[in-house]
C-alpha cells in the first residue's frame, strides 16, 4: 500500500472501522445460526462478538496511548496498545473456553441441522469483509507501529479461519450426513482461538516488560553510528552503551558518545545533534538520549550497563 494511504489510515479510524464491521458480522454469523441450529456457527459468531469488544477497547486504548506527555507521564502513555492487546487476548481465550463447552455437549447430543444453504451464504460473506479489512489493518500497524491495530487484526485472521474451516465442517456434515462433524469442527475452532488469544497475551505481556528494538532498527542504528566513529589520536570518536527498549509506537535508544576531552562543548553539542538527526533518519519516530563523555572516561553507573 501507498505510504500516504497508510498515513491517513490512522489506527483510531481503523478501529472504528472493525466496530463497523464487527457489528455486521455478528448480525450475518447470528442469521446463519439461527437457520440452522449449528454449534460451529453458534461458535463463529461468538467470535465476533470478541471482535466487537477487543475493537472497542482497542479503541479507547489508542485514544489513550495519543495523549501528550504531561507531569504524571513523562514518557507518554503509548504503552496503552498492549492493555488493548491482551485485554483482547484475554477475550478470545474465555471465548474459546465457552464455545469448547458448548461443543462437548452438542457432541454427547447431536441434532439435526436445518437450512444449511442459508447459513452457508450468509457466514463466507463476513469471512470476506474480516480478511479485507484485516490484511489493511496489518499493513497500517506495521507503518504505524501500533499493537493495538496488529492484535486487533490478528484476531481478524483467525475469525477467517475459523469461518472457513465451519464452512468445510458443514459441507462435511451435508455430504456425510454425520452430526457430530459440527460439534468436532467447533472444538477445533475453539482451540485455535484458544492459541491466537495465549499468543496475544504473551505479546503484549512482553511489551510491557520494555522489549528491545527489532534486530533491523537495531542495525540500522548501528551503521549509523559506524559513520561518525573517526580514526586517529586525537579525533578518535567511540560508541558504547546501546540500550534500546519500545513502548507502543514509540521507539528509545540511549548511547554513550565518547569525544576528545580537548573539543569545546559547543563543538561537542554540534557533533551530537548531527548523530541524533542521523539515528532519528535510521529510524523513523526514533527517541535518542545521546551522554557526552571524554574519551577513555565512564560514569559510575556504567558498570551496571552491558557494553553493546
Known amino acids: 500500500m501507498q505510504a500516504s494511504l497508510l498515513r491517513r489510515l490512522t489506527p483510531k479510524r481503523l478501529l472504528l472501522v472493525s466496530v463497523a464491521v464487527a457489528l455486521l458480522t455478528i448480525l450475518l454469523k447470528t442469521a446463519a445460526w439461527w437457520v440452522t441450529g449449528s454449534v460451529s456457527l453458534l461458535s463463529d459468531a461468538l467470535e465476533s462478538l470478541v471482535n466487537l469488544a477487543g475493537a472497542t477497547f482497542g479503541l479507547m486504548m489508542v485514544t489513550v496511548a495519543a495523549r501528550p506527555a504531561d507531569e504524571d507521564h513523562p514518557f507518554g502513555h503509548h504503552k496503552a496498545e498492549y492493555f488493548s492487546a491482551g485485554f483482547e487476548g484475554l477475550l478470545i481465550i474465555v471465548a474459546a473456553l465457552v464455545i469448547m463447552g458448548m461443543a462437548i455437549g452438542r457432541l454427547m447430543e447431536p441434532q439435526p441441522l436445518e437450512q444449511l444453504n442459508w447459513g452457508m451464504g450468509l457466514s463466507p460473506l463476513s469471512a470476506v469483509l474480516n480478511g479485507a479489512l484485516a490484511w489493511v489493518m496489518l499493513q497500517a500497524a506495521r507503518w504505524h507501529r501500533s499493537m493495538a491495530l496488529e492484535g486487533d487484526a490478528r484476531h481478524l485472521f483467525t475469525d477467517v479461519w475459523t469461518s472457513a474451516g465451519v464452512l468445510a465442517g458443514l459441507?462435511?456434515?451435508?455430504?456425510?450426513?454425520?452430526?457430530?462433524?459440527?460439534?468436532?469442527?467447533?472444538?477445533?475452532?475453539?482451540?485455535?482461538?484458544?492459541?491466537?488469544?495465549?499468543?496475544?497475551?504473551?505479546?503484549?505481556?512482553?511489551?510491557?516488560?520494555?522489549?528491545?528494538?527489532?534486530?533491523?532498527?537495531?542495525?540500522?542504528?548501528?551503521?549509523?553510528?559506524?559513520?561518525?566513529?573517526?580514526?586517529?589520536?586525537?579525533?578518535t570518536v567511540r560508541f558504547d552503551h546501546l540500550q534500546s527498549r519500545r513502548a507502543g509506537q514509540r521507539c528509545f535508544v540511549s548511547v554513550h558518545m565518547h569525544l576528545p576531552a580537548v573539543w569545546s562543548l559547543g563543538q561537542a553539542d554540534a557533533f551530537r545533534a548531527q548523530v541524533e538527526q542521523a539515528l532519528i533518519h535510521a529510524v523513523p519516530g526514533l527517541h535518542a538520549t545521546i551522554q557526552l563523555l571524554p574519551l577513555n572516561k565512564e560514569p559510575a553507573s556504567a558498570e551496571e550497563v552491558p557494553a553493546s
Open 171 to 235: 459441507v462435511l456434515v451435508m455430504l456425510t450426513g454425520w452430526l457430530w462433524l459440527d460439534a468436532l469442527v467447533a472444538i477445533a475452532v475453539a482451540l485455535n482461538i484458544l492459541r491466537e488469544g495465549v499468543r496475544l497475551v504473551w505479546t503484549s505481556s512482553q511489551g510491557l516488560m520494555d522489549g528491545a528494538l527489532e534486530p533491523t532498527s537495531l542495525a540500522a542504528i548501528q551503521q549509523a553510528l559506524a559513520r561518525f566513529e573517526q580514526g586517529g589520536a586525537e579525533n
